[in-house]
């Protein structure tokens, strides 16, 4: 999932407006699907060297990447999708960069329509993992399908 992310973060990286409010991506699928690792490589692809650490305790993890902020967010803990008014989460959508959303049910009738979605989820053989993406319509969706379809990401 790591070179998944790595490989997306940086053909992602040429399509970002560094000036246009945040970029919105869901990631989506159960416990342990891979969606912080995915998030981990899409960082570094972007070129983030350091660490990338689960924002499940923290609600949010922000990353400075070239001249914007990726912002990740894990709901996974979130009690109401209220909560998100108090952490100040359309504040995050105003700035140039990334919203990384884990577990965006959790913010269900808060959070707005996703730019893209990424859904993770194991393939019965255990051989490694699908990933299907949704994308907004325009440069987003060229973007797509640019990605290879047949690969099977470990």
Known sequence: MVACGRYCGEQLAATIDRHAPALVIFLCGD??????????GLLAGLGHCGAVKSPTYT????YSVA??????????RLADPEELHYIGFDEYLDMPGIC???????????LPEPDLTLAISDIQSGAGRQLIWQ????????WLQQLPSDEVWR
């Open 31 to 40: 416990l342990g699907a891979g969606k912080t690792t995915f998030s981990r």
């Open 59 to 62: 609600l949010v993890e922000p």
């Open 67 to 76: 001249d914007f902020t990726v912002n990740h967010f894990d709901l996974y």
């Open 100 to 110: 990384l959303v884990e577990w965006p049910e959790r913010g269900t009738g808060w």
């Open 135 to 142: 994308a907004k319509a325009g440069r987003l969706q060229q």
